[in-house]
Each structure stands twice: as C-alpha cells, then as structure tokens.
C-alpha cells in the first residue's frame, strides 16, 4: 500500500523530531542520518507498509540503525 506524498511527510517531520529529540540531536544532524537511513528507503518504497507504524516504533528503528554512531 502507498500513502499519499502529503502524508508521508507529515509522518517524515514527526519521526524525525522525535528522533531528534530523543537522542539529543539536532534537527538538522537527525534529518540528515533519516534520509540516509535504511528505515527511510523502506518507508519510501511502502516495504510491509511500514509507514503505518507508530512515530515511537519509527524513530526506536532509526536508534537501533544508528545505535553504533550516536
């Protein structure tokens, strides 16, 4: 299933807030480390319709992708 391009947004700009927010990271190093992540190019291509999780589930997945960097 696809989720319209205005919603993925939204959803985008609210993990990665909560992301930043609970790693101590900066809007902009968060957003950074979320476009590059795997967790990103999931929720883009629709894979298991991961963008239909939680924002909590969302942003623990990038803190586990990235657990060895922050």
Known sequence: MKAS???LQRKYARVVSLFAKE???SLDDALRLFYGSETY???REGVS???CMSDGY????LKHEFRYTL
């Open 49 to 51: 319709d991961l963008h």
């Open 41 to 43: 190019a999931l929720m």
């Open 58 to 61: 969302l942003a623990d997945e």
């Open 5 to 7: 391009r205005n919603l």
């Open 23 to 25: 790693t101590g990271l």
